[in-house]
């Protein structure tokens, strides 16, 4: 397999969602249709959603790949996807929809109506060619046949029980196993996880979610009537018979969804928005949560015939490959194997792949949940990255859910495995939030929940790891389009210079193989990170394919070189162990063949085994049948105690004088039958799998893939089998009970009752097979008129192993341009863009722009004219963060694409009439919206923004920092904290007067990006205007409007995010005649009374969107409808300082009086609740009572109790 294989006697079922639903176009432009790829796709949330904001009268055609290793999620969606298609009685029906989805008890007609719709799916599901002609075959798809079998036998799971009681009584047994093992897991304490799906409003919710939390699990629903009729087992939910996945102890229904509009007023205009009712606020989440699953599969069956969704049961990585294989070779396999613990290897055999077939091969978007923690960045990005098409807006989403770190590198190498910006050039992705340190989403609550956390008030708080979506596109950003552009396929790299990159990588992969690192570091969090094992030594050769594709270098000494380095190294302790499986896993991908593998080994050919064989190849089969009594070690053990041990096969000398471990193997459980005798080539294995797993009875079988000459030093004296890898994790749990080797179970190689070795791995199943990225590869682009190509070429530090900056090379090629060097004309460099550098030769007789994989700065960039050679080299030094290095405007970029039209990067695209909006007219407390505006200054902008004068105009030195103040300023006008009446905010320059006018037609609330925008109508204002504009602005009321001033490049850097406003909300298509377009530009410019924007959506505005203004109608025309978000740093980069010494010792003083020690001069107590606030005596804490309770996050008030 692509990744190490875990034990899985214990998984938890992703049956429900925990983080709240995105919408998967939200990059791409509104407009344009588009096909998705879903990698560990889990519940239905994200794909209602999504319908949900693409609701429009022409909804565009979405096309879904689902892909999740557990069948019975894609049983219970498809399932839920037919039930809303059926659903002819609206609420009535949306109800039971919720209760059969959702619920782990569900009443008698909810249960009738789930089995009635399963026996209907079963009959049409009896193969492919019968479902796809079925009235859901159409837009509902099977990826392969083996997937609606294996979503067919859960279906027939749910409508067959033999024992109905025993059936419940075991159900509420594995609700139980589920509660221990949280208990187990996450502690005791309050639990502030839900924070994330009440944002940006979430003090409130903190209180209640607990609570419905433990609710749900005690009752079995989110009703809150004790009476309901809830007592049948959801057998959706319930454990398959023989499967070992618990539901995940954290399923919880409501956190999928955006609670915000349970605490906040909304319109009654507005899209989810309630009658008033005498509810409790715990009770208005779920009524909240109810409306939007209802809302949302409603507009499903609404959009569904423009939506088609493909289906796949099986392991992310091995389909992606699939896919890559198919899409440069078509054919429909490429001998992966299905899971880690299946020996089928899968076909995609459904017509929607066949030679003609319209199932999608590349990505607009590709979504792939919280993968990266478990399988890496480096696994992830090369199977699922070049499946993303080739265009500006394609787009791949990366979550996760890891601990807070003082620093993002920190975290970006662990999951990257090495030097992120370098492995993140060699790997072809642009990390856009990285490099502009912005984004539209918010993050604030999970911030928020992790201050509280590490306060001194902290103890006894639960947070779950902090949650962060980031975004990737390609590599070397074209800001326009032109013929002058350059950008180079391949990178060029000195051979010895790649290959210490590689290495260090590789020891970064590794590093917890690296003994001292871990003797040196014994801290609980380092062990339980070099615990997780993502990466094998065929991960590694994946990763050496993907670059061979995508750099220009001389492979062969390239490898020479690194092998070298790999085979010498002494800071992997058991790297000399694995040599072997690096070899093998170079030769069956065609990187690299060692001398070890090729040369002529003599040995006796009279055995009886394969020795005889006519031609023993450079690699067999090793299958190892493990009898089951030796899984007792893991069978018997309790299972919060397992952990996650990882398998490795091995092969050694039965004295342990040498051993060789694999770590790429393959499990199962059944029964080997052989074909043809052991001394013939042809012999063969067949696994006759055992459905019962680890219930049933069967042995465990391994296989693995060796060198054949390892097999041949010493036959007689050689001993193969199964152990763990080991970890400080594992060697603490198994360590005395299977000893230091961790050994699970070892024959001798000739024992014909357990150890069987073949040309080809198990079912004849040949070697997986990687292709070569499509459009990888190629010479150095050459200008259209053949007048020059560009050769860029990476400067390393072989020291560090890192990339520091680029050499881009032009060779003039024309006679004309040649001559233009020799005659000493000027060649100057300027830098358009972060990743862009400008040549131009004499004035602009000639301009070519260079651009690079990666921002680089101009002013430490140096050019060199060879005029005799006839070429020009610029030696570019990489920079990490251009918004503090000359670009502060490099926030949310614009493009052109290659058919000219706009694409923003980095700003969500939205439906604007699909957010709901905030009703500023009944909000009670505007506290929670001012922290949540805060939240866009990171510490260092706290403590710069407290030293502005605002008696005088803005310092220009930070004019990213000044227009957050200016943002800021908006927000509370228009969401009218600073008074009711704000309708227009202005900004003006200085004594040149108002540039820019934005009007008030709402404050949006941004549900899935947990923040709020601003809906506006713009006018940036231009001298020929005239008049009529004059009088208008001249009768605007002073009570009505605010104005902020504000120095050049702060009102620069506003007119550079105006198109990206008005681009993510455009409901209206670009004329032929646009000004982008035909000026190449955007924005048209950012010089004084100059247009800014293009002008095909001036006066296109929703009915009533603009009232109360006397005249509208006259300036409207120059007006475009726009979207303004709040503008947040990436967590981590620019995080919020530690408090202060002030705030800290406020914090250990009691929250009444200040004293710093109790009444009994010990330390200072806490609330019984919360664990939050302290005090120093009981009589305190009941005088701080009235003022505490509002924000105490416990059920109710509480004595004091321990420290």
């Not at 037609?1001 to 504009?1029: C, F, K, Q, W, Y």
Request: with cysteine.
């Amino acid at each position: 397999m692509a990744s190490p294989v875990a034990l899985d006697l214990f998984s938890l079922f992703h049956a429900i969602g925990n983080t709240p639903a995105v919408c998967l176009t939200q990059d791409i432009p509104g407009d344009e249709p588009a096909s998705l790829l879903l990698l560990g796709c889990g519940d239905v949330r994200n794909i209602l959603f999504t319908s949900y904001m693409n609701t429009t009268p022409e909804p565009r055609p979405l096309d879904y790949t689902c892909c999740d290793s557990q069948p019975a999620v894609i049983a219970r969606n498809v399932l839920l996807f037919t039930l809303v298609l059926d659903d002819n009685e609206g609420a009535a029906d949306a109800s039971m929809l919720w209760n059969i989805y959702y619920h782990l008890f569900i009443d008698d007609k909810s249960l009738s109506l789930l089995e009635s719709q399963v026996k209907m799916l079963c009959r049409f599901s009896s193969s492919l060619r019968v479902w796809h002609k079925s009235k859901y075959g159409r837009f509902l798809r099977f990826c392969d046949s083996k997937t609606l079998a294996l979503v067919r036998d859960v279906w027939y799971s749910y409508i067959h029980v033999s024992d109905k009681t025993t059936y419940t009584a075991s159900f509420r047994s594995a609700i139980q196993a589920c509660l221990d093992v949280k208990a187990a897991t996450t502690g005791n304490g309050i639990d502030l996880s839900g924070a994330c799906a009440a944002a940006p409003n979430a003090v409130q919710a903190l209180k209640d979610l607990p609570g419905l939390h433990s609710r749900y699990w005690k009752n079995g629903s989110t009703s809150n009537d004790p009476k309901a009729p809830n007592v049948r087992p959801n057998p959706t939910l319930a454990p398959l018979e023989n499967d070992t996945a618990m539901l995940h102890y954290a399923t919880d229904p409501l956190l999928g969804f955006h609670l915000v509009t349970a605490y906040t007023p909304v319109d009654r205009e507005s899209p989810f928005y309630r009658k008033e009712t005498t509810y409790t606020h715990a009770h208005s989440a779920v009524e909240a949560a109810r409306l939007q699953f209802n809302t949302w599969c409603q507009s499903f069956k609404d959009v569904h015939k423009s939506v088609t969704l493909h289906f796949f049961a099986g392991e992310a990585l091995a389909f992606c490959h699939t896919l890559q294989h198919l899409n440069t070779t078509k054919e429909i396999s490429a001998n992966w194997f299905r899971t880690f613990y299946h020996f089928d290897t899968f076909s995609l055999d459904g017509e929607d792949y066949a030679v003609n077939g319209t199932a999608p091969l590349t990505f607009d978007a590709i979504d792939t949940s919280n993968l990266i923690d478990f399988l890496g960045g480096i696994n992830l990005f090369i199977a699922a990255g070049p499946l993303l098409r080739k265009k500006a807006s394609s787009t791949l989403y990366a979550e996760s859910l890891s601990k807070c770190v003082p620093d993002v590198d920190v975290l970006l190498d662990d999951l990257f495995a090495g030097h992120f910006p370098t492995v993140s050039i060699l790997l072809g992705v642009f990390p856009v939030q990285y490099y502009t340190n912005a984004s539209a989403v918010a993050n604030a609550e999970e911030q928020l929940m992790e201050d509280i956390r590490k306060c001194p008030m902290g103890h006894g708080v639960n947070t779950r790891n902090m949650y962060n979506r980031t975004l990737w596109k390609y590599q070397s950003p074209i800001w326009t389009y032109s013929l002058g552009s350059s950008s180079c396929h391949r990178i060029k790299f000195d051979p010895d210079n790649l290959a210490w990159v590689l290495f260090r990588i590789y020891l970064k992969m590794f590093m917890n193989e690296d003994v001292k690192l871990i003797l040196a570091n014994p801290n609980r969090e380092l062990g339980q990170r070099n615990s997780c094992i993502r990466h094998h030594r065929g991960s590694f050769v994946r990763f050496l394919v993907f670059v061979k594709g995508r750099v220009k270098v001389d492979w062969d000494k390239t490898m020479s070189v690194l092998v070298t380095l790999i085979e010498k190294d002494k800071v992997l302790v058991v790297g000399p162990n694995f040599l072997h499986e690096l070899y093998t896993q170079l030769h069956i991908l065609g990187v690299y063949s060692s001398s070890s593998l090729t040369k002529e080994v003599k040995y006796d050919r009279t055995s009886h085994d394969f020795r005889a064989w006519k031609k023993l190849p450079e690699l067999v089969s090793i299958t190892v049948v493990v009898p089951r009594a030796k899984l007792s070690v893991f069978t018997k053990m309790p299972r919060v105690k397992l952990g996650t041990p990882y398998i490795s096969g091995f092969v050694q000398s039965k004295q342990m004088v040498w051993q060789s471990l694999f770590a790429v193997v393959q499990l199962g459980f059944g029964q080997v039958i052989v074909s043809g005798a052991r001394n013939n080539d042809n012999f063969a294995i067949t696994v006759v799998e055992d459905h019962s797993g680890w219930k049933g009875k069967s042995p465990l079988i391994i296989s693995f893939v060796v060198p054949s000459a390892i097999l041949l030093v010493e036959p007689e004296n050689t001993t193969v089998g199964m152990s763990l890898y080991n970890t400080p994790t594992t060697s603490l749990t198994f360590g005395n009970t299977l000893g230091m080797e961790l050994v699970v179970f070892s024959s001798d190689l000739g024992n014909e009752s357990s150890v069987y070795v073949s040309t080809q791995r198990p079912n004849n199943a040949g070697m997986p097979r990687l292709s070569e990225p499509s459009g990888n590869g190629g010479e150095p682009e050459k200008s259209p008129a053949g007048s020059y190509h560009v050769t860029l070429t990476a400067d390393t530090n072989s020291g560090k192993g890192i990339i520091t900056g680029f050499t881009a090379r032009i060779d003039f090629l024309s006679e004309e341009t040649k001559t233009s060097l020799k005659r000493q004309k000027t060649v100057e460099l300027s830098q358009p863009s972060p990743c862009s550098l400008c040549v131009t030769v004499e004035k602009k007789s000639l301009e070519i722009m260079i651009n690079f994989p990666a921002p680089v700065l101009k002013a430490k960039s140096k050019i060199r004219v060879a005029r005799t050679s006839s070429y020009v080299e610029i030696v570019a030094c990489r920079t990490r963060k251009p918004d503090r290095q000359g670009y502060p405007d490099y926030i949310f970029p614009m493009f052109l694409d290659k058919h000219g039209a706009p694409v923003a990067w980095n700003i969500p695209y939205l439906n604007p009439n699909r957010l709901p909006i905030l009703d500023t007219n009944r909000m009670e407390d505007f506290g929670w919206l001012v922290t949540h505006a805060s939240m866009m200054f990171s510490g260092k902008e706290c403590k710069l923004r407290g030293t502005i004068d605002t008696s005088r105009l803005k310092p220009a030195q930070d004019s990213r920092l000044c227009f957050k103040d200016t943002l800021f300023s908006m927000h509370m006008s228009f969401a009218r904290v600073q008074g009711p009446k704000c309708k227009v905010f202005g900004i003006s320059c200085g004594q040149i007067g108002l540039q820019l006018l934005f009007f008030r037609s709402s404050v949006r609330i941004d549900m899935s990006n947990h923040t709020l925008a601003l809906d506006v109508a713009i006018i940036p204002l231009r001298l020929e205007m005239g008049m009529p504009m004059r009088d208008f602005i001249a009768q605007l009321g002073m009570d009505d409007s605010a104005t902020m001033v504000v120095e050049k490049d702060e009102l620069k850097l506003w007119k550079r995010l105006l198109p990206a406003f008005v681009e993510r909300c455009r409901e209206w298509k670009h004329k032929p005649t646009c000004e982008y377009k035909t000026e190449s530009l955007i924005p048209r410019s950012v010089e004084l009374h100059q247009p800014v924007l293009c002008s095909c959506g001036n006066g296109l505005f929703p009915p009533n969107f603009i009232s109360d203004f006397p005249k509208w109608e006259t300036v409207s025309i120059h007006a475009v409808r726009g979207l303004v978000p709040l503008l947040f740093t990436l967590p981590y980069i620019d995080p919020k300082d530690d408090l202060d010494e002030g705030e800290k010792a406020r914090q250990n003083q009691c929250e009444a009086c200040g004293a710093e020690k109790s009444v009994h001069g010990r330390a200072l107590l806490s609330c019984t609740q919360c664990h939050m606030v302290r005090y120093c005596s009981s009589k305190c804490q009941r005088t701080h009572w009235k003022v505490h309770r509002k924000t105490c996050l416990g059920k109710s008030g509480g004595d004091i109790v321990d420290k």
